[in-house]
């Protein structure tokens, strides 16, 4: 953590414009042509000041500029995240993770509702970096008109809110529902799953509901608070033939350190509405007797239908009976085929 961040400045010309041409130099068929493409790398603090944005670089300890990023306004309260370029040798050093949480900051402050970004689909290791710091593919590709022939992932996440992830968003929130979930096991969530559990099989698990998700049998929801994706349900629409107009609620998760702020509560009255929506009139679910999902599912006007006792396992070898919960919709915007 030698590094400095501060405000950029447009003396910082030369350091910006090697910073960004290193960073482009390392992918193939990537062109840096400064006069033609990039000309404003020569003022940079003016061309984001004038856009009402801001602009930071970041200094090592001889005070060479090795990082840079930036946020400009958007419509509609987003804000965009702009310029994240680090140095290779300052990687991995969580400086990227503070230059972001400056931008973030900045746009929050200034009255930002949602966060977007564009990264070339070839920057790999940056989609990573997003994704782990909960934003979600957003939208279509979008090829630019340059001389890199240049595609862009969108990416996005609101600060806070509930959203349904389609496929692509669905797939690229895996690796942090995978935190998610391990996070909530080790705090002792019976989600069917012991403790501790591996990130590969969290990893998997989430892919596969992904596609679940793709193929519209599962809708899956994420909530954020503060910009962090703290909490997920699944809606299984997966139901069989005698039953199309049930669906399960699973899978509701909020991060341990976002607890009791209403997350739950919200991810389960959207999880309802989607259910509705989509014709559903019966919900089920199964949940751990006396935890917190209890709570809820009573809080939240849920009806029991009774308990199981022994009904799974914890890692200890002892075992926790299971209460069977049940909503009727009433809302359901065309029933499922009537029997
Ligand atoms: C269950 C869970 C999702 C609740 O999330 P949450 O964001 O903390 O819930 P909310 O803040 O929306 O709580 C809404 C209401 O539920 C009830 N509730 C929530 N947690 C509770 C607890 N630990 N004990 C008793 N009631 C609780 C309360 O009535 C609460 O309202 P209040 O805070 O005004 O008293 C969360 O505890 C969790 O992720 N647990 C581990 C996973 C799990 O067990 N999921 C259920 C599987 S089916």
Redo the contacts with the bound molecule.
Sequence with gaps: MNETIRPGRDADAAGFIDLVRACWGEYPGLVFDLDAEVPELRALATYYAGQGGALWAADDAQGRLVGMIATRPEADGAWEICRVYLDRAHRGSGLAARLLGRAEAHATAAGATRLLLWSDTRFERAHRFYEKHSYVRSGPIRPLDDLSHSLEYGYAKPLAGIAVLDAAAAASAVPRLATLLVD?VAAG???SFLAPLGRDVALSYWRTQARAAAERRRVLLAAWADGVLA?TVTLDLDMPANQPHRAE?K????DPA?????????LLARAEAEAAAAGRSLLT????AD???E??YR?AGWSEAGRIPDYSANADGSRDATVIFYRRLSGAASAAPAR
Excluded: F, P
């Design positions: 909530c969530a019976s989600v909490g609620i899978k509701l998760l909020v976002c607890r009791r702020r209403g997350l739950g509560r919200a679910l199964d949940t751990r935890d917190a999902g709570g809820l809080a």
